[in-house]
């Protein structure tokens, strides 16, 4: 089982003769009804210093607008439940986003199409060449969550997946996945059919690149199973390679583990724990269990869910499949009501201003340490544990002295398919129709790297040569990914 690619970036702006679409999401059956960002978490409240703040490099304003919205996604849906879904969960997810019926032959134009985005300005390419694509280890479906989820189940024998389900995608491995979109979001791909390759195909025809609305709002999230007795391992990243390596440098490698106890009765103990099961390596072969001394934490420190009846019948059988997968790869046990997921790492992408802005965070059991830790706001009014979460974003556009932008990775994410000498901006920037997929695509199409731009780093904009020929979909690599 291999991993998959799914990126951040959903929506486009819609016209008609004028008039704007915005067609509200049919919720699925048991998703509580849908919450915008609140207000005083600074969401579309400051556009324009926020834009100011980014063409003057002033870096510690971005940070706290960054710190500000990951905190605000995070408040409760219900202020007066301790076990409170967060306010994303609320939104519809990519998989119904895309959920389209059958490609019209040529359908109309119903997006906003330009030449190019405004707000960028060209830049250099500077021509390094970094491998994009990282040897993984292979996740295979659990026997026992094949056996008692057959409905949920696609392909057969190594190409066996897990379907996405109704509130979580299939990641390929322990990380349990949702993508989520702003109501604006969602009824923007409905209304503009971008869940159709065929729209694609007439933009491309027309040379034209698809515009994003301005209140676009998209998130990837990352949950870990938590068994409700005993101790549960959590590798975290603890700077565990330098930025020179190139290599596979996923959570299965690191050597800073902590073991989560939801009892709170051993916190600050160190135990052994063995997690990885049923796992191989990238040749194929067995990867062995691995057994590390951690430290005892407490579920206080992460957002949580313990899963309840009510949640575990409102979930999908994939679902409940992806669940099940994840808690046998981690300590080799079935996921049951009564367990925990606890949010280990997040990005959050929103189109506030023209150049966007491009955040993630994830957990660390050092969170006030290094520049990651830097400019959360003091006097931020919000409930749960944000504080214990490190913070990179990618908003600045233009590069430094070296040329290049900075390093921007989270590492649970990215770290599990491709190099962390990366920056999500140079990614997003390249996402667009024809997509040429991983490594380096043919002229006329884009992809995670290009044989004319392979810079990972480089500070690209729209208008560079290398895009040449493609349909840019303005940062959206969900739109070509999932378009049928």
């Known amino acids: 089982?291999?991993?998959?690619?799914?990126?951040?970036?959903?929506?486009?702006?819609?016209?008609?003769?004028?008039?704007?679409?915005?067609?509200?999401?049919?919720?699925?059956?048991?998703?509580?009804?849908?919450?915008?960002?609140?207000?005083?978490?600074?969401?579309?409240?400051?556009?324009?210093?926020?834009?100011?703040?980014?063409?003057?490099?002033?870096?510690?304003?971005?940070?706290?607008?960054?710190?500000?919205?990951?905190?605000?996604?995070?408040?409760?849906?219900?202020?007066g439940d301790p076990n409170s879904w967060p306010i994303w969960f609320s939104w519809q997810t990519s998989a119904q986003a895309f959920d389209a019926p059958q490609a019209k032959a040529a359908p109309p134009i119903r997006i906003r199409l330009t030449p190019s985005v405004a707000g960028h300005k060209r830049a250099k390419e500077a021509g390094a060449d970094i491998p994009v694509v990282t040897p993984q280890p292979i996740y295979p479906v659990p026997t026992p969550v094949i056996e008692a989820y057959p409905d949920a189940i696609s392909g057969s024998g190594a190409d066996t997946t897990i379907k996405d389900g109704t509130f979580f995608v299939f990641n390929g491995d322990i990380m349990v996945a949702t993508e989520s979109l702003s109501q604006e979001g969602y009824g923007a791909i409905r209304d503009g059919e971008l869940y159709l390759t065929a729209t694609?195909?007439?933009?491309?025809?027309?040379?034209?690149?698809?515009s994003l609305p301005d209140r676009y709002v998209s998130t990837k999230h990352m949950y870990w199973p938590v068994k409700a007795e005993g101790l549960t391992p959590l590798p975290w990243w603890n700077d565990n390679y330098p930025d020179s390596f190139n290599g596979y440098v996923g959570y299965e490698t690191w050597d800073s583990v902590v073991a989560i106890d939801p009892s709170g009765k051993r916190i600050g103990e160190s135990a052994q724990v063995t997690y990885l099961y049923g796992i191989e390596n990238h040749d194929g072969t067995p990867m062995q269990p691995r057994t590390e001394t951690a430290q005892v934490v407490g579920l206080d420190s992460f957002y949580h869910h313990k899963v309840s009846d009510a949640d575990w019948k409102m979930f999908s059988q994939a679902d409940k499949a992806m669940l099940n997968a994840a808690s046998y790869w981690l300590y080799n046990k079935p996921f049951q009501p009564g367990d925990y997921l606890a949010s280990v790492a997040m990005h959050v992408m929103t189109k506030e201003v023209p150049t966007w802005t491009l955040q993630s965070v994830w957990w660390s059991n050092t969170p006030d340490k290094g520049p990651y830790a830097a400019d959360r706001p003091?006097?931020?009014?919000?409930?749960?544990?944000?504080?214990?979460?490190?913070?990179?974003?990618?908003?600045?556009?233009?590069?430094?002295?070296?040329?290049?932008?900075?390093?921007?990775?989270?590492?649970?994410?990215?770290?599990?398919?491709?190099p962390i000498?990366?920056?999500?901006?140079?990614?997003?920037?390249?996402?667009?129709?024809?997509?040429?997929?991983?490594?380096k695509p043919a002229e006329g199409t884009t992809g995670y790297s290009n044989a004319n731009c392979p810079d990972l780093l480089a500070a690209l904009t729209p208008d560079d040569a290398c895009f040449k020929g493609v349909t840019l979909s303005d940062f959206a690599w969900i739109i070509p990914d999932r378009a049928h």
């Open 1 to 79: 089982m291999k991993r998959y690619f799914y990126t951040l970036a959903f929506a486009a702006s819609m016209t008609v003769s004028g008039a704007v679409l915005t067609s509200a999401p049919v919720l699925s059956q048991g998703r509580p009804g849908y919450t915008p960002i609140p207000p005083e978490f600074g969401y579309f409240q400051n556009n324009v210093e926020l834009n100011k703040a980014i063409e003057t490099g002033d870096i510690a304003y971005s940070r706290r607008h960054a710190w500000s919205l990951f905190a605000g996604m995070m408040q409760p849906l219900d202020a």
């Open 200 to 210: 694609l195909k007439r933009a491309h025809e027309l040379g034209q690149n698809i």
């Open 378 to 418: 003091t006097d931020l009014k919000a409930v749960g544990p944000w504080t214990h979460y490190l913070l990179t974003e990618a908003n600045s556009y233009k590069p430094d002295a070296s040329g290049q932008l900075a390093k921007a990775v989270n590492p649970y994410i990215e770290g599990v398919i491709h």
């Open 421 to 439: 000498r990366t920056n999500c901006r140079n990614c997003h920037v390249r996402a667009g129709y024809p997509s040429g997929g991983k490594g």
